[in-house]
């Protein structure tokens, strides 16, 4: 049985710092290309970030370039997503996914090629 766990979320104030998890089990992320997503109330899920394991890349949305960091650690199956000088705007429900379809991933890809979506984990950005 495949499950992808998130954690890691809380509330901080503006400017501050948070790093999300994202273990997986029953496959392995180096197959994937892997993707962290977020909704926020009353709008899409949209995504945020990506990794790709077939030339170890990433990619990330304008509105948080410069800003957050995906990383893989192997060994424990696991994708972070660090987040510095977090704007009451990044609040929402984060989420990450696999996608079944590529192993380089760069953002264009449509939400249904990712599946195994984990509970998620809430971010909270406010003072």
């Known amino acids: 049985q495949v499950q992808f766990v998130e954690s890691g979320g809380g509330l901080v104030q503006p400017g501050g710092s948070l790093r999300l998890s994202c273990a997986a089990s029953g496959l392995f992320l180096d197959d994937y290309g892997v993707g962290w997503f977020r909704q926020a109330p009353g709008k899409e899920r949209e995504g945020v970030s990506w990794?790709?394991?077939?030339?170890?890349?990433?990619h990330y949305a304008d509105s948080v370039k410069g800003r957050f960091t995906i990383s893989r650690d192997n060994a424990k199956n696991t994708v972070y997503l660090q987040m510095n000088s977090l704007k009451p705007e990044d609040t929402a429900v984060y989420y990450c996914a696999a996608n079944l379809m590529r192993r380089r991933v760069t953002g264009g890809e449509p939400l249904h090629e990712y599946a195994y979506w984990g509970q998620g984990t809430q971010v909270t950005v406010s003072s």
């Open positions: 990794f790709s394991p077939s030339d170890g890349s990433s």
